[in-house]
């Protein structure tokens, strides 16, 4: 299946027709809606994860990243944006660089190569879903999307499709902002992230419905924990103050504060930082003695034997890991299918690294963990609501129901 296909809902040839000839150019303004929604993807060569929102073209998911930028076609003509309120947002804390033309450029960032590229400010139209929170409903034309164009380059690293990055952050220029302020809806999104097949974002208000043995209000079951602000990153942060394994708590050492945890989409695993993880892997290998070892498979330093591991509703039949959030009310429990990943034949590993590079940083939570937990990002309470591991309620993040009604 092609990208461009990925990013279409299969519905009946007459039923396409007849709602995109009703619906997909004057509704987007003339008939309102609470919520978007749109596919999500996971690249099984980088694991990371897309969103064909873009002329129906994969954009990366990043929770880190400000803008949405991308590669733009030369047979397409893209107003750039002069020196201008939208150009100094860009360029905080206002260092805009005017070009021949006046127009606004700025520097931009591929999180996976880490590597830094100029693009032109300019405007763009996204193409989404509107839905009800059961469905699709038709389709939405965003129009006057601030983005970047950026150099085919830096693509580097990114999946095959992918033409740019759709940034998550918390910022003006962010794809959840321009989308709750082009398409007047509550500052809020949704991801539920795939293991494989399709998962589902859903930017605006639920309610949000998965279906499974019945179809389930995903919204009711949502426990929250506040969003700590950093007034040096519009990333997302949550309080992890505790690590307990297997119902016993992690020693540590005291200088190793836990503090905030930085959510990240790009990142494939769970990073600790390194006065963590070694206290974190000697602790989880004692809890697991007796499940038989394979030699580890880089980049993980614990492995065992898939054929010995026993299968539960929660993946494999391992030791509960629970990040104790702030106020201590709530945990965030890391089961099986999102503590083991299968990294070769026969080799389930342990799926947390340590970090050796940015060392204020406690901990990176990494997409892995995130899969098929359904995530609500509420920008306007500065709070994060998590339903936990979706197969305790016998659903997963490919049940969104993509049928048109």
Known sequence: MSSQDQGRFNFPPTVSLITCLLFCFQFGTTISYNALVSPIYKDSNTSLYTIPINNYKPLVLDLTNTFIWTTCSNSTKHHTIPSSSSCETANKPGNCTIGSKDDCTTELFNPVS?????????????????TDGHNPLYAVNVTNITALCAPK????????DSIGIAGLASSNLS????????????????????????GVAIFGTGPYYLMGMVERNVSSMLKYTPLIKNHLSSSY?????????NMQSLQIPETASLGGALLSSVSPYTILREDIYHPFL??????TQYIPRV??????????????????RMGYGVPGISFTLQGGIYNWTI??????VMAATNAACLAFLPNQTVQNVPMVIGGFQMENNFLLFDLEKARLGMSGLLYG????????NYTYP
């Open 114 to 130: 880490r590597k830094c590229g100029s693009g032109l400010v300019t405007f763009t139209t996204l193409t989404t879903n509107s």
């Open 153 to 160: 380059k830096l693509l580097e690293l990114l999946p095959k």
């Open 175 to 198: 794809l959840p902002l321009q989308l709750s302020s082009r398409a007047n809806i509550e500052k809020q999104f949704a991801l539920c992230l795939p293991a494989s097949g399709r």
């Open 237 to 245: 942060y949550i309080n992890v103050t505790g690590i307990t394994i």
């Open 282 to 287: 000697s602790a989880y290998s004692t809890a």
């Open 295 to 312: 030699t580890p498979v880089k980049p993980f330093d614990l492995c065992y034997d898939s054929r010995n591991l026993s299968s539960t």
């Open 335 to 340: 089961f099986g299918a999102n503590a083991l």
């Open 393 to 400: 309620v016998m659903t997963t993040c490919n049940n969104f």
